[in-house]
């Protein structure tokens, strides 16, 4: 007997419909275990800029692909817009080489701009980036900046052409990840939000935050520690001096996985961003 036809419908965000994602990651990523139930809620259903975006594939009663973007506010060449963040990507391993990623991935970009989405960014690996530039033709903006560090980083006189638009409620919703668990410092040059790694003793760095509104957020959501040191920073930022003498770049040879950024605009085809004009952090995306 053959198998059930796929069938291609929209993400939902109810109970079960959650349910079944996560099991569908587990099988694809058994050894990540943040992608819970509950983390899948936060991220896809509780989000103050909009609900998920998204597209799944069903054989039969069984979800054997899954695509989602988040909507976010951003600021664009002076604008606010509505775009959104590239996130869960799943193939179940006996549903591949059928194409479902480009067909789950290119129905949640059609949906999204018929609801006001301008544009898609998101952060790629090495080995999804060749998917998203060749067969999604986003741009591979910049590979992002690793460093580590010691004392923080100076603020330099910058205009960023793209940025995320953090307001207190969005802030907040983010620093409430049921899946991590963050912290802050208030050292000489602001406040920084920092989350752990995986080696013991090293924590990344978010943000760096000097807005007074949201350093309110900040101490109200997150447990103030002592300044911690060494810290990993990961981004693209001209408006961050680093010292040379107190931090280095990490060769990307040392890195776990390059971190790609990507962007397809969903308006005007072939518009490109800048690398040195954005500001762009480890909180812009959901790695930690």
């Not at 899954?66 to 799943?90: E, F, M, W």
């Not at 052409?161 to 969005?170: L, V």
């Not at 752990?196 to 520690?225: D, H, M």
Request: charged share 20%; aromatic share 10%.
């Amino acid at each position: 007997m053959s198998p059930p036809a796929l069938e291609i419908r929209l993400a939902e965000i109810s109970a079960l419909e959650i349910e079944q994602t996560a099991g569908l990651f587990k099988t694809v990523w058994p050894g990540v275990k943040r992608l819970t139930p509950e983390y899948l809620t936060w991220l896809y259903a509780t989000n103050p800029s909009g609900q998920m975006i998204g597209m799944n594939a069903w054989s039969g009663s069984d979800l054997v692909g899954h695509y989602a973007i988040v909507p976010i506010d951003a600021k664009d060449c002076g604008q606010s817009r509505k775009a959104a963040l590239s996130l869960n990507t799943a193939v179940h391993p006996g549903f591949r080489g059928q194409g479902l990623f480009k067909t789950l991935a290119e129905k949640s970009y059609a949906l999204a701009a018929t609801l006001g989405i301008d544009h898609v960014v998101g952060v790629a690996n090495d080995n999804s980036t060749p998917g998203f530039v060749g067969s999604l033709k986003f741009q591979l903006v910049s590979p992002l900046t690793a460093r580590l560090f010691t004392q923080a980083p100076k603020p330099a006189p910058a205009s960023f052409a793209w940025q995320r638009d953090w307001t207190p409620r969005s802030l907040e919703w983010r620093l409430r990840n049921p899946a991590a668990l963050y912290t802050y410092q208030v050292h000489s040059e602001g406040l920084e939000i920092n989350a752990p790694t995986r080696y013991w003793g090293l924590k990344s760095v978010l943000r760096f935050e000097s807005k007074a509104e949201n350093r309110a957020v900040i101490e109200k959501c997150l447990t103030q520690v002592q300044q911690l040191q060494p810290r990993l920073w990961f981004g693209l930022n001209a408006g961050l001096r680093f010292s040379p003498v107190t931090s280095v770049t990490v060769p990307k040879f040392l890195r776990l996985a390059a971190l790609n950024l990507i962007f397809r605009s969903l308006n005007e085809p072939g518009r490109r961003l800048e690398p040195q004009t954005l500001n762009f952090a480890a909180i812009d995306f959901d790695v930690v």
